[in-house]
């Protein structure tokens, strides 16, 4: 190794110690955050906070089987108590009814700070007499003996007030005094996480401990045949990056191995070989580092996406070592270095235009594999010369030779077959073009079918709520919020009066803001004023005022009482119903009013018109979640569209340029476009669910495809194409195969996509760039 | 001796049978073949709390075998519709809508009063001990609760009535509250 050289390898290899440091003090993450808008707006920014932070990206269902329903009941006690116990978990609630009496306790006990009607008419003569008289009438009705006991603490009946908003219908159905599965088969449990949702770790741990205390809790109840189910967005992202882990190794493993036995079997040298690795070694760190240092955070399936690349940059040293080894340095770079230089540029502008997606899993796709061929390319033209010096030779066999070029000659006859097959494949293009892509992310999820029916299951069982309509306010602190929430639930109320939703549910139902409070408290009667007022109002019913002595004390008592604040909830469910209502984010606080349908005849769409309308201008924001999700991936596949059409007119208006011919820019884009329709019609036919990724892909194709078509257009351009530069196009074909076709192995749906399409596409790209190449000049 | 004492035992066990004769399956069988029809009811409760009994009236309608509504007029209009697994209730604007099969306890109160109705005897005796007095003309059934939930509520439910006809139901609650409702058929399907 000359001196030069020594210092070439020195500043590579300082370089690349340099990525070790930084890639070392990376922040990888394998959560949702992949799919979540760059930008996003007001309206998705609350669905980003829920799926990020929210309560119910925090929620656990938990499903106990086998056993006979007691046995699961006493089962699900164990497992309620041990979980309640464990700091880890926020709630954990199983309708025992014993754990209901701490949620009841507490409306009792503060209902006339809670109750909307609480005000000095209700407490007047008049109003007394009214609401006691509405009482009695109830006692008469069925529901009535429910509430007998509370008679004399409570006979204006502020506690049916309360109970009178809440949703009776959603608690799931309970056996042997607790909650089941609607066939009664599983005892269903909800448990809240104090980690966030985002929080995979967190989540991951929560996960274990749940499987810890219920396999401890049956053993101590002697159920030990009895199995554990769990669900919820927490498992979910546990499991994706467990995936996610796995197949990165897996994938680059396989990925690696097969490209090492091709380049050994070519080259058959050590040094050949490690050499061939410097500038894939060299462009995969450059790709990480690029990524973590523009985004912060790296993602799994980025580092996934290392498969591809390898595959991808391992050509450009192919080339240099197949082809220059009989030309010489100089000669390599006259002949063949501006066609691998203008393959390079094409791929650069392939990916570099998905750097400007608002998917940012799709923008660090881009970063990482940009400055990954990049790197690969320039430690190829200027690290590895100097280092591979001029000893090496690779011999190109001489029946390899022969093969490649007689095949090339008879390539041509396949014309107008491909043809053909080209025009069938965009006439079913064309004729599925309204069903070719789904419509929605649910694809992109690497969520399995079982997963995704055991959840949706739990779900409906539990009637855990899926928040489809919210309507959501924002303040500055949290008093400002409840009141806000206070407002636009007026408005909410009115439309529940007039039948248009079915009802809705606010945090301030159990924390009202402290002014409504204060004015509640402000509005009770005095002992003193309250027993003649009851006396006089009483005087003809059946109810006479000399046994309501408690409720004299119980109104007198919460005269004195300090105001609710949140604390005060702990304990109860409902300080799990607040919290989830009640958000505090970077910019302040913000309040969810989730929306019910009416059902019935309403069926279960909310009329989105007249909700806007009844809220507009009480700053509260509506939105349809759903609806929202469905517009993301809307806006993403359009973009992605947009994305693909300016790439692929970028990879267009470079050839054009570079060509300076618009026979030899048909030459070289034709056999791409040809290999984008054949394998995207063929994926279809296959039965692939084709995504927005498999979309990317098309632009792929053209981008990495070029590189290959380009080498034919030598022949267009009046040059030859030898044995050895057949074979360094063969070999190089066949990595880039490898690398995009491993991927379509991976069972996550944004690497398999890209895999499938650009894989094959790639190919098809290679052998059609042949078939139209020129004959009479092919030899 | 031995004998003739033996065929008294045989006789006088025999009598028993023959004065048995009315028992609860052929009471349920007389009720199965009601389909249906409309009545008048008067509710009366009488409540500790109160100095006087409370007073309901209005009409039930039952179509054979799963739904039974009770419109009560005075004092406060409601409506009660119990059908098939979904128990309603509707008073003034306020809507309740409960599944009967995840609440077990209300089902076995709520629904005895319509088990009774479509004699199924199967399903009453899962939440109740039946106990039959009278004859086919003027009968008593009375319901004591099994299940020990459904006891810490109720101590009985007496039902009377004649031929296939309940005249009266009284519920006599744990805390010895009582409520009456007293049926008076207005016509028949």
């Known amino acids: 190794m000359s001196r030069s050289a020594g210092r070439t390898f020195l500043l590579w290899l300082l370089a690349m110690l340099a990525g070790a440091a930084i890639v070392w003090n990376s922040r990888f993450s394998a959560d949702i955050s992949f799919f979540l808008p760059v930008r996003p707006s007001a309206e998705q920014q609350v669905l980003v906070d829920q799926l990020k932070e929210g309560a119910v990206s925090r929620l656990l269902m938990l499903a106990v089987e086998g056993g006979d329903a007691t046995q699961r009941a006493e089962l699900s006690r164990a497992l309620r108590n041990r979980l309640a116990a464990t700091p880890e978990f926020v709630t954990a609630q199983n309708g ?196 973590s240092l523009t985004y912060g955070t790296v993602f799994g399936i980025t580092v996934g996406f290392g498969s591809a690349l390898i595959g991808e940059a391992v050509d450009y040293a192919i080339y240099f070592l197949v082809q220059s080894g009989k030309l010489g340095m100089d000669a390599w770079r006259q002949r063949y270095w501006p066609t691998i230089r203008l393959g390079v540029l094409t791929s650069v502008f392939g990916f570099g235009a998905l750097i400007f997606s608002g998917f940012p899993g799709l923008a660090q ?70 069903a070719l892509w789904l419509p929605n992310l649910s694809a992109l999820s690497t969520a399995s079918a079982e997963d995704a029916a055991l959840d949706a299951r739990l779900r409906a069982d539990l009637g855990a709520p899926d928040s489809r309509y919210l309507a959501v306010v924002t303040a500055p602190d949290r008093e400002a919020a409840l009141a806000a929430a206070e407002r636009a639930g007026q408005r909410l109320d009115r439309l529940v009066a007039d039948g248009v939703i079915g009802g809705y549910d606010s945090p301030a139902r159990f924390l009202p803001s402290a002014a409504t409070q204060a004015a509640r408290r402000d509005s009770l009667p005095s002992a003193a004023e309250l027993r003649p007022r009851l006396r006089a109002a009483l005087v003809d019913s059946p109810l006479s005022a000399g046994k309501l002595e408690p409720f004299i004390a119980d109104v007198e008592a919460a005269r004195r009482q300090p105001l609710l604040g949140r604390q005060d909830l702990d304990g109860t469910g409902l300080a799990l119903a607040v919290d989830s209502l009640l958000l505090h984010g970077p910019s302040g606080w913000s309040v969810l009013l989730p929306l019910r349908p009416a059902g019935g005849e309403h069926g279960v769409d909310l009329p989105l018109g007249a909700v806007r309308t009844a809220l507009a201008g009480s700053g509260a924001l509506f939105l349809d979640m759903k609806g929202e999700f469905d517009a993301l991936y809307g806006d993403y596949l359009g973009e992605a569209a947009w994305l693909s059409a300016a790439g692929f007119a970028a990879i267009a208006a470079l050839l054009a340029f570079t060509l300076r011919s618009p026979r030899r820019l048909a030459g070289v884009l034709l056999p791409l476009v040809l290999s984008v329709a054949i394998v995207i019609a063929g994926l279809h036919l296959a039965g692939e669910r084709l995504h927005l990724l498999h979309l990317v892909g098309m632009l792929l194709i053209v981008a990495v495809g070029s590189n290959y078509a380009l080498f034919f257009d030598r022949i267009a351009g009046g040059g030859t194409l030898d044995a050895s530069t057949l074979m360094s196009m063969a070999m190089a074909a066949t990595t880039t195969v490898i690398g995009f076709g491993t991927l379509a192995l991976s069972s996550v749906p944004v690497l398999h996509a890209i895999g499938a399409t650009v894989g094959p596409g790639v190919l098809l790209a290679l052998l059609l760039s042949a078939v139209f190449a020129s004959r009479e000049d092919a030899r | 001796m031995i004998r003739q004492l033996f065929s008294g035992l045989v006789l006088a066990s025999l009598a028993t049978v023959a004065h048995a004769a009315f028992d609860v399956d052929q009471l349920m069988g007389e009720l199965a073949r009601h389909k249906g029809g409309r009545a008048k009811f008067v509710e009366k409760r009488t409540l500790a709390v109160l100095d006087r009994p409370i007073i309901a009236t209005g009409e039930m309608t039952y179509t054979a075998p799963d739904r039974l509504e009770k419109r009560t007029l005075t004092p406060q209009p409601e409506t009660m519709l119990l059908d098939k697994d979904r128990l309603s209730l509707e008073r003034g604007k306020r809507k309740l809508s409960i599944k009967l099969s995840s609440q077990p306890e209300a089902r076995a109160f709520v629904d005895s009063i319509r088990s009774m109705l479509s004699g199924n005897r199967a399903a009453l005796e899962q939440s109740y001990a039946l106990q039959l007095s009278g004859n086919g003309d003027d009968w008593v059934l009375t319901l004591s609760p099994s299940e020990p939930k459904i006891a810490a509520l109720l101590q009985r439910i007496t039902v009377s009535g004649a031929k296939d006809q309940i005249r009266s139901i009284e519920y006599l609650l744990a805390d010895g509250d009582r409520s009456e409702l007293t049926i008076e058929p207005l016509e028949r399907q």
């Open chain 1, 365 to 434: 796709l881009g970063l990482y594999t940009l400055a990954g061929v990049l790197t690969a390319a320039l430690v190829t033209r200027f690290v590895l010369p100097r280092l591979a010096g001029s000893a090496f030779d690779v011999r190109v066999p001489q029946r390899a030779g022969s093969i490649l070029g007689g095949a090339l000659r008879h390539a041509r006859t396949l014309r107008w077959p491909v043809i053909a097959l080209a025009f069938a494949a965009t006439g079913y293009l064309v004729a599925q073009r309204d």
């Open chain 1, 96 to 291: 025992d009814a014993g754990s209901q009496d701490a949620e009841r306790e507490f409306l009792v006990r503060h209902r006339y700070l809670l109750s909307p009607s609480v005000t000095s008419e209700r407490f007047s003569e008049a109003g007394l007499q009214a609401a006691v008289a509405n009482s009695i009438d109830l006692l008469a009705s069925p529901a009535g003996l429910l509430l007998k006991p509370l008679l004399t603490r409570d006979p204006t009946g502020e506690l049916v007030e309360l109970l009178g908003g809440l949703n009776a219908g959603a608690e799931p159905a309970s056996r042997a005094g607790v909650w089941v599965s609607r066939d009664g088969e599983r005892a269903l449990l909800l448990v809240q996480t104090r980690a966030l949702g985002s929080d995979t770790d967190g989540q991951e741990e929560a996960i274990a401990l749940i499987r810890e205390q219920f396999a401890a809790a049956a053993r101590s109840v002697g159920l030990g045949t009895l199995k554990l189910q769990l669900s919820g967005p927490g498992l979910f992202a546990v499991k994706a990056r467990a995936t996610i882990k796995r197949e990165v190794t897996r994938l680059s493993l396989i990925s690696l191995t097969a490209i090492v036995a091709v380049l050994l079997f070519v080259y058959r040298s050590p040094r050949l070989l490690l050499l061939s690795l410097l500038p894939v070694a060299s462009g995969a760190l450059a790709g990480i580092v690029a990524v």
